[in-house]
């Protein structure tokens, strides 16, 4: 029987009016507190700020794409040189996905997000063959095959080493029907049965394995997904796959798959790779405990700031209305790119191509995330979640 | 007469064997010791590290580019924006040069070095019009025409606020004759006159102005220069334009340039443009105080990191003999980069793109050039300038 000796979740309060809950998530490498956003250091780095940039912005949690590091610089390598967390020099709390949401989702060459939305360009996709005993994709890095396993993915994630790992699914694309998904479920149910086999054979006491509900946008299959979660001796649950075409299904089908969740002692929910504004607070409310998104990290090189003030929760830094603006790049915000820097600054670093621009804006935007988290706990801890979110959209 | 209540420089021991020598120079945003290296922040950033960054590696001066600055964003913005200290959040000292070199050097849309060195590839010229009131030349932004004189120059470095500034000189390239160098020699020496009146009329107490030695590669005007320097009442001297073909041709250059320079309470001399390893050896012995240069910054860029011990003072991190090198950057050094990471870790995030990888390497090589000039200081302060030479090379 699976057990997770480093770690531990418990819930320190329940919303009245919503599945909202603050809770405190323990690691062998540090506890952080519930609700959570998780920093995307895709290749092992956030890209544009270091360790330290992640401490200052008070960044509890990080994690590493399974999909990426295998293929560069490889599993082996990174395992040789320590694991992740030595790798990168982050010694806090870490998760590694599976790896197969990159290999359904992305084209050869691209980093779509097709599963998740609406995008349906025509691209050759990554993944060449699936079976019953895996996905076999043509990395787009030297043309060599690879096939992710269920057994392979846990493999691979104990060799980076981070502390919560993700069991291997397939994620169906948003355009598959009924029957089409409900085949897809069960053979990622025979794979999430594997996949715990596997981490209990190779487990070392360090990690904590995560099951993810499937069922695509149907609400029975995503009930089924979750009812199955519920069984099994998994130490937290994810919320993956196809979320619909826009944000009311999505809220809906994370409101399918989180409902059932209900383990006799909860456990950590996660929701792979959402993280907007609007998301985490309606997430949140559903009972989501963790986020991670590249948003606010990748807008943050392209010259966008997040606000809570702002038009869409963003200002383009780009913009010459910003040229002469002496205010920091947020006034609600104490972060060091805000207590030492103007709009203005930041307004010329875009303009004349400066890296440290960039820099500026990749602080900030993780100091709003980690920020609005805190806000959220503080609400919950002071049973006014609602007021809260009230006061932030007002 | 100009004086400079907020400056001071003293000469706190020399070498018994060269013309080197460890000073104090003291400006109204605080003190350096000398020899010291002054770090590019060519538009108002260094590249790829903030303020906090060249503190972490222990750096003590900065310097902003007139000529880039008054392209973009324009020196009254700087001035509306509270100057170049407070936009860009640098607190400590701080150089402006005069603008001259990169009209004199650059090309249309390039960034050459024609005038230090033997670069000869043709170009259309930044430099539209050259007479007696100045430079005039084509904005490579927008086609604009602006034209650049003494006071001008003066002006612009008054508004953008750096402690000390530099009066415009012509740069003359390297394949002009003694006769063309000796007119420009004395048209720079009216135009540092106009500079000094200039100043004196803008001067608010809080900025010291270096004239500067021209005169090519030629002895004798070199010592004309400098006996010109020697007569005025400049706080600082830098030594410009062409330092010839060769590395001893530039010592050389450098040496008839300063030796002459003897003014009766000794003055700062700055070597502008010129800093690889060697070339600080050779200047601080022969009387440089101050180096400025792109090269650390920009080879990190390049993946190259800083070391004593490696061949030309530079590994090429992007080399496969790093992937799995588990020494830092540079043993010999204790610096943010070098105390966290692994060259394995720098070598993963060059292959994989990462501006982490650059944002480490800037750190290490701005770290590696202040131990460099402290390693010069110590030696200095206990009289032995050449035996450190010798173990800093062995």
Tied chains: 1, 2.
Aim: proline residues 5%.
């Amino acid at each position: 029987m699976t057990d997770y000796p480093g770690f531990n979740f418990e819930v320190l309060a329940v919303d009245a009016g919503s599945r909202a809950r603050l809770g405190r998530l323990q690691t062998p490498h540090g506890s952080l507190l519930t609700p959570a956003f998780i920093f995307c250091a895709t290749k092992g780095a956030i890209k544009a700020a270091g360790p330290h940039d992640l401490k200052a912005a008070n960044a509890d949690i990080i994690l590493g794409n399974t999909y990426h590091l295998m293929i560069q610089p490889g599993a082996e390598r990174i395992e040789r040189l320590g694991g992740l967390h030595a790798f990168t020099g982050w010694d806090g709390p870490m998760l590694t996905d599976s790896g197969g949401f990159q290999i359904f989702s992305l084209g050869q060459g691209t980093d779509a997000d097709e599963i998740k939305g609406s995008r349906h360009e025509k691209r050759t996709p990554l993944l060449t063959k699936l079976s019953e005993e895996g996905a076999t994709f043509r990395s787009p890095r030297d043309g060599a095959y690879h096939t992710l396993t269920p057994e392979s993915s846990i493999q691979i994630q104990r060799q980076l080493g981070a502390d919560m790992v993700v069991v291997l699914d397939e994620c169906t694309p948003f355009n598959v029907d009924r029957d089409y998904t409900a085949r897809s479920l069960e053979m990622t149910h025979r794979w999430a049965d594997r996949s715990l086999a596997a981490f209990d054979r190779l487990h070392d006491g360090k990690q904590a394995l995560y099951g993810v509900v499937q069922g695509g946008i149907y609400e029975d299959l995503r009930r089924e997904g979750a009812e199955f979660l519920n069984s099994r001796p998994f130490f937290g649950h994810a919320v993956g796959g196809c979320l619909g075409a826009h944000k009311d299904q999505m809220y809906d089908i994370v409101d399918y798959a989180t409902r059932p969740l209900a383990p006799a002692k909860p456990k950590p929910i996660h929701l792979l790779g959402i993280g907007g504004i609007n998301d985490i607070w309606e997430g949140v409310a559903l009972g989501i405990d963790t986020f991670d998104c590249v948003t606010p990290t990748r807008i943050a090189r392209h010259g966008w700031a997040l606000a809570r003030t702002a038009d869409n929760h963003r200002h383009n830094l780009r913009n010459a209305r910003f040229a002469e603006d002496s205010d920091p790049l947020d006034p609600e915000c104490g972060c060091p790119a805000c207590s030492g820097f103007t709009r203005a600054y930041v307004h010329h670093l875009l303009k004349a191509g400066e890296i440290f621009g960039i820099q500026l804006l990749t602080m900030h935007n993780m100091a709003f995330m980690t920020r609005l988290m805190a806000t959220i706990r503080s609400a919950l801890l002071a049973d006014r979640f609602d007021d809260a979110k009230k006061v932030w959209f007002a």
